[in-house]
C-alpha cells in the first residue's frame, strides 16, 4: 500500500511544497487522497491572475496545479514512492476559470506501468460538469533508488 494514503490531506500537502516550493507560492491547498486519486484545490489569490480587468485565474497557474497533481496521483499506487518526469501533458482549456473563483483539480490513474503512468484531470471552479480544463498526461517513473538526470523534472 502506498504510504501517501496513510497522510492526512495536509500531511501531503507539507511533502508538496517541501519538494516544489512553488507549490506554496501558488497556495495548493489538498482536499482529499484516494488509491489512484487525488483532488486539490487553487485558491484564487490576485497575484496570479492573468487579467486584472476579468479578475480571473491565468491559465499558467491552472496547468502547474493539473501537472503537479497529474505527477503526484500515480504514486497513491506505488508502495514505494519514486521520482516522476513529465513526458506530455496535453491541457484543454475550455473557458475562464469564473471571476474572483480558484479551481479545484481533480485527477484519475488511468494506467500505470513499469516505466510509464497515464491520468487524466479536470479543473473546474465549482462544476465538474463544466470545466474550466481537462488534462491527459505521461509521466516518467524513475526506479526507486534512481535519480533523473540533472535538468530533469523532479
Request: hydrophobic fraction near 45%.
Amino acid at each position: 500500500m502506498s504510504p501517501l494514503l496513510s497522510w492526512s490531506p495536509a500531511e501531503l500537502q507539507q511533502f508538496m511544497v517541501t519538494r516544489i516550493p512553488f507549490n506554496e507560492f501558488l497556495g495548493l491547498k489538498m482536499v482529499r487522497i484516494a488509491r489512484g486519486e487525488l483532488l486539490a484545490d487553487l485558491p484564487f489569490a490576485a497575484h496570479l491572475t492573468g487579467d486584472v480587468d476579468a479578475n480571473c485565474l491565468h491559465e499558467g497557474p491552472i496547468t502547474t496545479l493539473l501537472d503537479t497533481l497529474c505527477g503526484t496521483a500515480a504514486l497513491t499506487l506505488m508502495d514505494e514512492p519514486r521520482r516522476t518526469a513529465t513526458l506530455d501533458l496535453r491541457v484543454d482549456f475550455l473557458r475562464s476559470a469564473g471571476a474572483g473563483l480558484g479551481v479545484r483539480c481533480e485527477t484519475q490513474v488511468i494506467s500505470l506501468g513499469e516505466h510509464l503512468t497515464t491520468i487524466r484531470a479536470i479543473a473546474h471552479d465549482g462544476d465538474i460538469g463544466h470545466p474550466v480544463a481537462i488534462a491527459t498526461a505521461t509521466f516518467a517513473l524513475f526506479a526507486p533508488s534512481v535519480s533523473p538526470p540533472a535538468g530533469a523534472a523532479s
